[in-house]
Each structure stands twice: as C-alpha cells, then as structure tokens.
Nanobody, 128 residues
Framework: QVQLVESGGGSVQAGGSLRLSCGDPKDTKNLLYMGWFRQAPGKEREGVAAITTRTGATFYADSVKGRFTISQDNSKKTLYLQMNSLKPDDTAMYYC?????????????????????WGQGTQVTVSS
C-alpha cells in the first residue's frame, strides 16, 4: 500500500515562495504518474502539476505555469513542488497523488479521477 505524506505548507505573503515535499517510505518506482492537486474551500479539487516518473516529463495547469515546478529526487521516492511568486488565489490544501495507470495522455494527468493514492494534504495560505 502506497502511503504519501506531504510537508512544507505554511503561510506566506504574496510574491513569496514555498516548497512542498511528498514522501513515500515504500518503493514507488512502479508508479509512473504522480501529481500535485489543490482544493480551496467551496471549490473542486484541481490539478496543479504532474510528472511522468520514468521520463521526468512534466505538465502544468495554466494558472501555475512559469511559477510552479514539479520535480522528483533521483531515488524517485520524494516528489517536490516549488512554488514561486505565490498569489492569494493559490491558497488551498495541497495534495500529493500517485496513479496506477500505465499510460496517460498529458490531458489526463491533471484529472484527479486518474489517481489512486492520496496524501493527507498540507495547507498553503497566501496573504495579500
């Protein structure tokens, strides 16, 4: 059973930066797709960034493109989300997710329905 644990959330002012981490103490090398999602109060969960772990290919939501960077460490056991130039609209609970899918189009990688494992979430609050 995959267990994902996020960390790194917090409160920052607009324009600031945070880096989220997602660890899994177990071997996740067979999970080909991982991503970051967020959910603000009263809103649906939305995909922020995704990565194909085998190739390192990344995909981003338009709202974060150029500001957020998803990456993984060499062991592929830790996923990161570097968030720069944060805006109040980025305030949300952020979740790490992993998929059992063997193939996925880019257009599918930010759809939460394609992911099987989820972390507990870490809160990001951006003040103006």
């Amino acid at each position: 059973q995959v267990q994902l644990v996020e960390s790194g959330g917090g409160s920052v002012q607009a324009g600031g930066s945070l880096r989220l981490s997602c660890g899994d103490p177990k071997d996740t090398k067979n999970l080909l797709y991982m991503g970051w999602f967020r959910q603000a109060p009263g809103k649906e969960r939305e995909g922020v960034a995704a990565i194909t772990t085998r190739t390192g290919a990344t995909f981003y939501a338009d709202s974060v493109k150029g500001r957020f960077t998803i990456s993984q460490d060499n062991s592929k056991k830790t996923l990161y989300l570097q968030m720069n130039s944060l805006k109040p609209d980025d305030t949300a609970m952020y979740y790490c997710a992993a998929s059992l899918r063997l193939t996925m189009w880019s257009s599918e990688q930010l759809n939460s329905r394609n992911y099987n494992y989820w972390g507990q979430g870490t809160q990001v609050t951006v003040s103006s």
